[in-house]
T-cell receptor, first 114, second 112 residues
Framework: DTEVTQTPKHLVMGMTNKKSLKCEQHMGHRAMYWYKQKAKKPPELMFVYSYEKLSINESVPSRFSPECPNSSLLNLHLHALQPEDSALYLC?????????????FGPGTRLTVL | GQQLNQSPQSMFIQEGEDVSMNCTSSSIFNTWLWYKQDPGEGPVLLIALYKAGELTSNGRLTAQFGITRKDSFLNISASIPSDVGIYFCAVLWVSGTYKYIFGTGTRLKVLA
C-alpha cells in the first residue's frame, strides 16, 4: 500500500479565517512534505519534516504553520491567507528502502481564498 | 538553484502513436522519478530509476536513466486517451537534507 490521504479535498476560506489541512500516511515513512502547486506549474516545496522534526522551511510566510504531531500525521495550519495563496496543496511522504528513495503524493487539497 | 528542463513543453499526438519526452539537468543526480498528474489530482509515481544506464518498464511506459546521470527519458508506447496529463520528472537532491526538484513538465494531449 502506497497511500497518502489528504483532507479536505476542497476548501474555501476568507482572508480572516483559520483552517487546517490534514495529511496521513501509514506506510512507516519518516519524512513528510508539503508542496504548493499553481496551475500548469510543478509542485513547489514548502516544508519538510524528518522524524517529526522540521528540517526544511523554504522561506514560507508565517501565515502557513506546519505541524507534525506523530510519524503518520502532518498538518498545515492556515491563518490570514491572501487570494494569491489559492492553489493545490499537496502532501507527500518519502520511502527510503535501502538506496531506493521514492516519494508518494496524496490527492491534494484545492484551496480557494476569497 | 537547481533546475530540471523537460522537453517538449507540450505535445499533441494521435491515439496509438508512441511518445518520447526527456528531462535534463546541469548537475548529477542519483535518483530520478517520473510522475503523471491529472488535473486537480496529486502526481502519481510511474517509474523510479536509481542506476545510471538503467532501463525500466511499467506496462506501456519505459524510462531510462542517462549514463551521465544528468538526464532521463520517458517513452509511452501505443498512446491511449487516458495518457492525457502532465508528466513531471523529479530528482532527489541531497545536501544535508533530502528534497526533490521537479522538472517543468510535459503536457500530453492525445487526439482520438
Amino acid at each position: 500500500d502506497t497511500e497518502v490521504t489528504q483532507t479536505p479535498k476542497h476548501l474555501v476560506m476568507g482572508m480572516t479565517n483559520k483552517k487546517s489541512l490534514k495529511c496521513e500516511q501509514h506506510m512507516g515513512h519518516r519524512a513528510m512534505y508539503w508542496y504548493k502547486q499553481k496551475a500548469k506549474k510543478p509542485p513547489e516545496l514548502m516544508f519538510v519534516y524528518s522524524y517529526e522534526k522540521l528540517s526544511i522551511n523554504e522561506s514560507v510566510p508565517s501565515r502557513f504553520s506546519p505541524e507534525c504531531p506523530n510519524s503518520s500525521l502532518l498538518n498545515l495550519h492556515l491563518h490570514a491567507l491572501q487570494p494569491e495563496d489559492s492553489a493545490l496543496y499537496l502532501c507527500a511522504s518519502r520511502d527510503r528502502g535501502g538506496i531506493q528513495d521514492t516519494q508518494y503524493f496524496g490527492p491534494g487539497t484545492r484551496l480557494t481564498v476569497l | 538553484g537547481q533546475q530540471l528542463n523537460q522537453s517538449p513543453q507540450s505535445m499533441f499526438i494521435q491515439e496509438g502513436e508512441d511518445v518520447s519526452m526527456n528531462c535534463t539537468s546541469s548537475s548529477i543526480f542519483n535518483t530520478w522519478l517520473w510522475y503523471k498528474q491529472d488535473p486537480g489530482e496529486g502526481p502519481v509515481l510511474l517509474i523510479a530509476l536509481y542506476k545510471a544506464g538503467e532501463l525500466t518498464s511499467n506496462g506501456r511506459l519505459t524510462a531510462q536513466f542517462g549514463i551521465t546521470r544528468k538526464d532521463s527519458f520517458l517513452n509511452i508506447s501505443a498512446s491511449i486517451p487516458s495518457d492525457v496529463g502532465i508528466y513531471f520528472c523529479a530528482v532527489l537532491w541531497v545536501s544535508g537534507t533530502y528534497k526533490y526538484i521537479f522538472g517543468t513538465g510535459t503536457r500530453l494531449k492525445v487526439l482520438a
